[in-house]
């Protein structure tokens, strides 16, 4: 499947925010200046249009998550057939995708690492190994780490990791064991706050 693996630093600059593409631990602000476009002179400021707006925060989204535009086009669509606000529906439903909640469990540093690490088979979900990170998680699915891979050097330090990191009440994780328990859906004001997810809807709906 494409995926982009260009500098990440030109997508945040490019949206104008950090994308939390990169580890926590190598910080965008020393090298990365969010507030210049991409080139060599930087983009002149042009007026946006409507339609512009909501293109940029839909890329946004898209960028963040780490996923195509055939994805999120098809979790648009879903996101139109549950009950609720299709906006919240369609954060929710990124928000639920096993490499992103294996990032927010703290076992991995970012979605790109845990994207990696789902992929290389190094979780189970309840009990089931699972190497698909758009695996969509449910109400008291179990994630852990695999009993054969938890002496990789990467698992060697996570617990430490996890003890550090801000997890969200939507999810219980234990440092200790390796797992992780997904308690209930993310409301929205546990999801990114930055995001103006009606943008989205209308630029889907022109």
Not at 28 to 38: F, N, Q
Not at 105 to 114: C, H, L, P, T
Not at 183 to 198: I, K, T
Request: charged content about 30%.
């Amino acid at each position: 499947m494409a995926r982009y693996i260009g500098p990440k630093c030109k997508l945040s600059r490019r949206e104008g925010t950090d994308l939390f593409l990169k580890s926590a631990r190598r910080s965008l602000d020393t090298k990365c200046k969010l507030d210049s476009r991409p080139g060599q002179h930087g983009a002149k400021s042009t007026r946006i249009s409507e339609y512009g707006t909501q293109l940029r925060e839909k890329q946004k989204i898209r960028r963040m998550y780490g996923v195509l535009e055939r994805q999120f086009r098809n979790y648009f669509s879903k996101a139109t057939k549950r009950k609720g606000m299709t906006g919240e529906n369609l954060l929710r439903m990124l928000e639920m995708r096993l490499d992103n909640v294996v990032f927010r469990m703290g076992f991995a540093s970012s979605r790109a690492q845990a994207r990696q690490l789902v992929t290389h088979g190094h979780f189970a979900v309840n009990g089931r190994p699972t190497n698909i990170p758009s695996f969509g998680t449910k109400v008291g699915d179990r994630i852990e780490v695999r009993e054969s891979r938890r002496g990789r050097e990467h698992f060697k330090t996570t617990a430490d990791t996890i003890k550090a990191a801000q997890i969200p009440e939507w999810v219980s994780v234990d440092a200790t064991k390796l797992l992780g328990t997904v308690l209930a859906e993310p409301a929205r004001e546990q999801m990114p706050l930055e995001f103006n997810e009606q943008l989205v809807v209308e630029y889907y709906s022109r």
